[in-house]
């Protein structure tokens, strides 16, 4: 069990209210696996297209590009660099044709193994803190989910310093995790935790921030906190419905390049074939 479940428990024992924190506990479990749902749903469509991509680059350089090679070789042609470039992986890729596959699977495995470390998930939160299209998304997601674990334990008598240590345990993101050892010793020092988010702007949008420093005036932070939570996850599920759209053109782009190049590399030699002509 997670450090947040734990404390619920915890406090709804000593309360007198275990029913309203297991009620509580369910709801954020609940809300957390939608969203999570949600944004891999929305990164399923581009993980398909590059995949049917990636499989028909690799059949046309083990079917199509030796046949034209072999016409290349016959006629005699000065080759440019770029369609070199195609031959040459296209010869590796069908005389080692075992070790190309060992090659991508232990690439696989090999980034599958570095992103269990503390410095490959750092080098993963990274990229997507700053990946064009994800960014935005990685960002609202990663503040929804800090507000509404915090909202949680706050609402049920949590204090506000182990809210602040559960959060950091239950936030994957090892950039905001960072931001919780300093908002912890700020909020023991009396410094209002929304100088924390304030700080931070890069990872928590001013919104989020301008909400709690209310909430801590008005003596609502857990309310403030929800009312946040709703806002940035009600965010999260619009962009993830319009991923589609907005990663097609990307995607366009990504392939237009590719058969270009493709094409590009293989056509040149032809053309010069036939000026000699």
Same mark, same amino acid.
Do not use: C, W
């Given at each position: 069990? &997670?450090?947040? =479940? ?14 309203? %924190? ?28 590059? &995949? ?22 016959? /006629? ?13 992986? *296209? ?59 915090? &909202? %949680? ?26 931001? +919780? ?15 924390? +988010?304030? =700080? ?16 801590? =005036?008005?003596?609502?932070? *857990?309310?403030? /906190? ?23 053109? +990307? ?13 590009? *590399?293989?056509? %040149?030699?032809?053309? %010069? ?5």
């Amino acid at each position: 069990f &997670s450090g947040l =479940e734990i404390a619920m428990v915890r406090v709804g024992e000593e309360s007198g209210n275990l029913p309203g %924190s297991l009620n509580v506990i369910a709801s954020q479990l609940e809300k957390s696996y939608v969203l999570r749902k949600k944004i891999k749903s929305a990164m399923m469509y581009p993980s398909i297209i590059m &995949s049917i991509m990636i499989i028909i680059a690799a059949l046309m350089m083990v079917f199509v590009v030796p046949t034209l090679t072999a016409t290349f070789t016959d /006629l005699e042609v000065e080759l440019p660099t770029s369609t070199k470039v195609v031959i040459g992986v *296209s010869d590796f890729m069908r005389d080692h044709f075992i070790l190309f596959l060992m090659i991508i699977v232990g690439s696989i495995f090999a980034l599958i193994s570095l992103k269990k470390t503390e410095k490959g998930k750092k080098g993963f939160d990274f990229i997507s803190l700053h990946f064009p299209l994800i960014k935005n998304i990685v960002i609202e997601y990663n503040t929804a989910q800090t507000t509404r674990t915090m &909202s %949680s334990l706050l609402s049920s008598g949590v204090g506000v310093v182990e809210a602040i240590t559960i959060t950091q345990e239950v936030v994957q993101n090892s950039y905001y995790k960072k931001t +919780f050892d300093k908002a912890i010793i700020d909020v023991q020092n009396g410094i209002p935790l929304s100088e924390s +988010f304030i =700080e931070n702007e890069k990872l928590y949008p001013s919104i989020a921030a301008e909400m709690v420093q209310v909430g801590e =005036e008005t003596g609502q932070l *857990s309310e403030m /906190l929800q009312k946040v939570a709703l806002y940035y996850e009600e965010e999260v599920n619009t962009k993830t419905k319009d991923m589609s759209t907005i990663i097609e053109p +990307f995607l366009m782009v990504i392939i237009g390049a590719g058969v270009g190049f493709f094409a590009v *590399s293989m056509l %040149s030699p032809m053309y %010069s074939v036939m000026g000699s002509i």
